[in-house]
């Protein structure tokens, strides 16, 4: 008898299917998928500092509740990391799994491992690399050799806001263009706007749509996040624009960078190849550029030295 897929595990496939491609869109080559049938990846974590240099590697099995109902199965793989130190860092992130339950953590998780490295390389401590005198069976093994033995351990959301007319009096925010990606004669091309009320996302919409190429585009999709203030949340949507899911990849890769006051556009010209799942790929490698570009998030290398994140507070979705 076949199994029976529930809508929820098709939620958490969905989700967690959207989180690795922004994984792989933020942190490139760092990023591996070990198994993607299994849902097992690594990602290899480093202070970034010339001297002293500390790195660790990150393995995950992704369970097919998660993100709804449980957590990443993780170990962490570093020969320098013993006793203590290793159970501080493992708790701290499983303080980061409770507080933001329900949620995509992979990302926090390895910007928390990241801070680690960095606190422990700037600590008194000497950080040399051990000699292995006197250690385990287990800690003797190379880490690229490391037979997996993970660890585990044990949002809200509000009511949908319609666009609120926020007069006339509000100016178009400025348009930045980004820099092209093309593949098989398809091509991407970012566009990025701040906004902080719905109305602006609108008057963006239309001002991109005054030019005659984004206007004849194949899709524009877009997403955008806007922080409410007064109640400590933000006012969400995404739009796929006939690339089915695509808006909802996008708006992930904003939530994941943590991104406020922004709208990001991708138009794409189809260019009669198609590219299968390369698609999105391009999509969120595009959306990050221009990010990037223009100082909402830090590239992989600033964010190695930046520490951890703030506090995310809960989303509202706008339709």
């Known amino acids: 008898m076949a199994d029976i897929i529930h809508?929820?595990?098709?939620?958490?496939?969905?989700?967690?299917?959207?989180?690795?491609?922004?994984?792989?869109?933020?942190?490139?080559?760092?990023?591996?998928?070990?198994?993607?049938?299994?849902r097992i990846f690594c990602i290899k974590v480093s202070n970034d500092l010339e001297e002293p240099k500390l790195t660790a590697c990150l393995q995950i099995i992704l369970p097919p509740d998660y993100p709804s109902a449980s957590p990443p199965i993780y170990q962490i793989n570093a020969a320098w990391l013993r006793g203590p130190e290793r159970a501080k860092l493992a708790n701290s992130l499983e303080d980061l799994y409770v507080e933001h339950m329900g949620e995509s953590i992979l990302y926090l998780w390895v910007e928390r491992?990241?801070?680690?490295l960095l606190e422990r390389s700037q600590s008194s401590e000497t950080v040399d690399q051990p000699e292995?005198?006197?250690?385990?069976?287990?800690?003797?093994?190379?880490?690229?050799?490391?037979?997996?033995?993970?660890?585990?351990?044990?949002?809200n959301?509000?009511?949908?806001?319609?666009?609120?007319?926020?007069?006339?009096?509000?100016?178009?925010?400025?348009?930045?263009?980004?820099?092209?990606?093309?593949?098989?004669?398809?091509?991407?091309?970012?566009?990025?706007?701040?906004?902080?009320?719905?109305?602006?996302?609108?008057?963006?919409?239309?001002?991109?749509?005054?030019?005659?190429?984004i206007a004849s585009a194949t899709h524009n999709i877009y997403a955008y996040r806007i922080y409410c203030e007064d109640k400590h949340s933000f006012l969400q949507d995404c739009?796929?624009?006939?690339?089915?899911?695509?808006?909802?990849?996008?708006l992930h890769l904003l939530q994941i960078l943590d991104v406020r006051n922004v709208m990001v556009v991708v138009s794409r010209w189809y260019g009669g190849i198609l590219l299968g799942p390369d698609r999105f790929?391009?999509?969120?490698?595009?959306?990050?550029?221009?990010?990037?570009?223009?100082?909402?998030t830090a590239s992989t290398d600033e964010t190695a030295k930046s520490g951890a994140k703030t506090k995310k507070p809960k989303a509202k979705k706008t339709k």
Not at 159 to 164: E, G, T
Not at 239 to 250: C, H, P, S, V, Y
Not at 285 to 295: F, P
């Open 7 to 38: 809508p929820e595990s098709e939620g958490d496939l969905q989700a967690q299917i959207e989180e690795v491609e922004a994984l792989s869109s933020i942190y490139g080559d760092e990023w591996c998928v070990i198994d993607e049938a299994s």
């Open 113 to 116: 491992i990241r801070e680690f």
């Open 132 to 155: 292995k005198v006197n250690m385990t069976a287990e800690e003797e093994v190379d880490d690229d050799e490391d037979m997996p033995d993970f660890r585990t351990f044990k949002l």
């Open 157 to 213: 959301t509000e009511d949908a806001h319609l666009f609120i007319d926020q007069g006339n009096d509000e100016e178009s925010p400025p348009i930045k263009h980004g820099t092209t990606i093309t593949d098989r004669r398809s091509t991407f091309q970012p566009h990025l706007a701040p906004v902080v009320t719905p109305r602006q996302v609108k008057m963006v919409l239309e001002k991109l749509c005054e030019n005659k190429k």
């Open 239 to 250: 739009e796929d624009d006939g690339e089915t899911a695509a808006g909802g990849r996008l």
């Open 281 to 296: 790929k391009h999509i969120n490698n595009c959306a990050r550029n221009i990010l990037v570009e223009e100082g909402y």
